[in-house]
């Protein structure tokens, strides 16, 4: 197999979670798409918001996140899942960020929190409680809230494009199949799929180790990360499960909630089809109202 074609089929698995079965706006949700939530120069991004039709708020909200390999996949891989949790009295914002053909890392995750800051800054506007901001993501998606998660104190991390001054903490996590060791492919995967991880990251694991590590959501957990769900099958061969395993443990120890939801003999993308599709968005619906519902 030549390398363009072994490049493709390794980045198919990543690309799959955007194959969604049929979609449909439920009733009771209001869709605006194309927001500009910041611009780059003359480089507008954009989300599409989903929020209940009815009732004045504050609704908590979601800023959901896609995956594909960081260099594919758009902003309407969790339209599904945003538009369910509309129906539940969730605002959901689900974002574009530049790709990788566009911009290396950190452009990705600035842009992941600059859209959590447009939605903290607009949140009277959208009805929305800025204090019940959560994220969710899968695979590259799923390692970008896990950044989200663990490094919003961290200056180093944020960004200056769209709004600023504003925090960029999230109150939970949900992260599907997510990347949370990229020293590991520069170590130990096969050097195509090292090479996905260096396309975003802009250098080789042996060139700049140190930037793999400041890039993985595992090296920056501290008891000030926000609470996670993950949800992974044990039979994926994009993203090893184990990864998901250790961040839980490692979150633990420092006393920080996190849950594990294990989806046996599940492959990568599982969680955007039968028979994963739906425990998953249940899962992560409870996870939520647990964590962003008024207690009564």
Known sequence: MNKPLCLLVLALPLLAQNQNPPYVV????????????????????????????DGTGPFPAVVYVHGGGWSGGNRAAFRRQAAYMATKGYVGACIEYRLSGEAKYPAALYDSKAAVRWLRSNAAKYHVDPDRIAAAGGSAGGHLVALLGTTARLPAY????????VSSRVAAVAA?????????????LPLD?????????????????????????AYQVTAKAAPFLILHGDADTTVPYHQSVDMVQKLKEVGVAAELFTAPGAKHAFFNAPPFYEPTLKRMEQFFDALLRPKT
């Open 193 to 217: 799929t090292a090479g996905m991880v260096a396309k975003f990251l802009g250098a080789t694991y042996q060139d700049k180790p140190q930037l793999w590590q400041a890039a993985s959501p």
């Open 26 to 53: 439920p009733d009771g949700v209001t869709v605006t798409p194309d927001i500009v939530y910041a611009a780059i120069g003359t480089r507008e991004m954009y989300l599409d918001l989903y929020a209940p039709k």
């Open 158 to 165: 944020e960004g200056d494009e769209g709004v600023t001054g």
């Open 176 to 188: 599907f199949n997510p990347v949370l060791d990229l020293t590991e492919f520069g170590k130990n």
